[in-house]
């Protein structure tokens, strides 16, 4: 079994019932998700609009 990475401390912090463990594991993996969107979702959705000539409101 794995014992490294974010999935591996959320599911040890349940079990052990430490929800500050549990909060802040979930707050990393929010930050992770919107960094991820706005650098290279962001990028791709900007060029989907130049590209059907769509205008970025």
């Known amino acids: 079994f794995v014992s490294l990475g974010l999935g591996f401390l959320l ?4 079990e052990l019932n430490d929800m500050s463990q ?12 919107l960094v991820v ?4 979702f ?6 989907l609009y130049e590209r059907w000539g ?4």
Do not use: C, P, Q, S
């Open 11 to 14: 599911m040890m912090g349940r």
């Open 42 to 47: 962001a990028k791709l959705e900007r060029n």
């Open 37 to 40: 969107d706005k650098l290279i």
């Open 54 to 57: 769509l205008d970025l409101a």
């Open 22 to 33: 549990v909060i802040a594991v979930m707050i990393i993996i929010i930050i992770i998700g």
